[in-house]
């Protein structure tokens, strides 16, 4: 199982940034996605989760409203719309397939890609 993450950088607060996911060695069209974030010294996080089908999306408090998660299940990538960030948006992100057990979703592999760093900063 392998997960690529690309699209990360530099940018002032209100703007935007869009990250991509590349997946493989798994079934991907079976699986619900979702996009992580960790900035030192705090846990990692769910950002955002989307279904097999992308008929549910699910976003942290924090950024609902603001990012937007969409998949391709031909190309078996995903996104990750970042818009009007915030300084607090500072993480790298990580992305992974994700399971929903009893309400809380969770990571599917232990296998993380590099993570793109989301740096929000004037």
């Known amino acids: 199982v392998q997960f690529e993450e690309s699209g990360g950088g530099l940018v002032q607060p209100g703007g935007s940034l869009r990250l991509s996911c590349a997946a493989d060695?798994?079934?991907?069209?079976?699986?619900?996605m979702s996009w992580w974030r960790q900035s030192p010294g705090k846990e990692r996080e769910m950002v955002a989760a989307i279904t097999p089908s992308s008929n549910t999306k699910n976003y942290a408090y924090s950024v609902n409203g603001r990012f937007a998660i969409s998949r391709d299940n031909v190309k078996k990538t995903g996104s990750l719309q970042m818009n009007s960030l915030k300084p607090e948006d500072t993480a790298v992100y990580y992305c992974?397939?994700?399971?929903?057990?009893?309400?809380?979703?969770?990571?599917?592999?232990?296998?993380w890609g590099q993570g793109a760093q989301v740096t929000v900063s004037s």
């Open positions: 992974n397939a994700a399971t929903l057990r009893s309400g809380i979703w969770t990571y599917e592999y232990d296998s």
């Open positions: 060695g798994f079934a991907f069209g079976s699986y619900s």
